[in-house]
Antibody
Framework: EVQLVESGGGLVQPGGSLKLSCAAS????????MHWVRRTSGKGLEWIAR??????????DYPASVRGRFTISRDDSKNTAYLQMNSLTTEDTAVYYC??????????????WGQGILVTVSS | EIVLTQSPGTLSLSPGERATLSCRAS??????LAWYQQKPGQAPRLLIY???SRAPGIPARFSGSGSGTDFTLTISSLEPEDSAVYYC?????????FGQGTKVEIK
């Protein structure tokens, strides 16, 4: 059974940092692209980061809204993906989902999602 | 950036009725559009990819169609468990984007 379990969320002050982790099991993690998507009340679902597999040189991508502030990474030896979030603002308040990219569409649609973890940015 | 606009915002139908959901893109997506279903308290589930291919394990009452800028998700005969929010997602260009969602309510 595929499982994606996020951790590391919580309350952080504006300007602060937080690092999310995603522990994966039940599939060949090292072969899969991994993504982070967030859901906010204002913007709905927003894709925020992707890291490809070793076969694709662990290439990363970000939208402009988080580029330079967020960093996605992975440790294939631990079957874990990470999202380092810096310079957080209230607009980053959201539920963050760790997601597995599905090979059936080149890794860019998502067949398994974590349950999500809440990040609240507030003073 | 590509913008996806879903309509209607809410659809209220009875069990057994046909639901038709629309997703319109600001630029051509070819066929690179997916649909997801999200029920309250659950993570989204992939229903359709490449506009018309059903993901593994998805019931045949769910179908997708379209190409270019106009896409449709059809639920042929609604079941009570189909009550959810449905999102479309494009993957042809970066950043990937989602529509704002269509809520399907079962009367």
């Amino acid at each position: 059974e595929v499982q994606l379990v996020e951790s590391g969320g919580g309350l952080v002050q504006p300007g602060g940092s937080l690092k999310l982790s995603c522990a994966a099991s039940g599939f060949t993690f090292s072969d899969s692209s991994m993504h982070w998507v967030r859901r906010t009340s204002g913007k709905g679902l927003e894709w925020i980061a992707r890291v490809k597999s070793k076969a694709h040189n662990y290439a990363t991508d970000y939208p402009a809204s988080v580029r330079g502030r967020f960093t996605i990474s992975r440790d294939d030896s631990k079957n874990t993906a990470y999202l380092q979030m810096n310079s957080l603002t209230t607009e980053d308040t959201a539920v963050y989902y760790c997601i597995k990219g599905w090979a059936g569409c080149g890794g860019d649609c998502y067949d398994y999602w974590g349950q999500g973890i809440l990040v609240t940015v507030s003073s | 950036e590509i913008v996806l606009t879903q309509s209607p915002g809410t659809l209220s139908l009875s069990p057994g009725e046909r639901a038709t959901l629309s997703c319109r893109a600001s630029q051509s997506l070819s066929i690179y559009l997916a649909w997801y279903q999200q029920k309250p308290g659950q993570a989204p589930r992939l229903l359709i990819y490449e506009a018309s291919s059903r993901a593994p394990g998805i019931p045949a009452r769910f179908s997708g169609s379209g190409s270019g800028t106009d896409f449709t998700l059809t639920i042929s005969s609604l079941e009570p468990e189909d009550s959810a929010v449905y999102y479309c997602q494009q993957r042809i260009s970066w950043p990937q984007a989602f529509g704002q969602g269509t809520k399907v309510e079962i009367k």
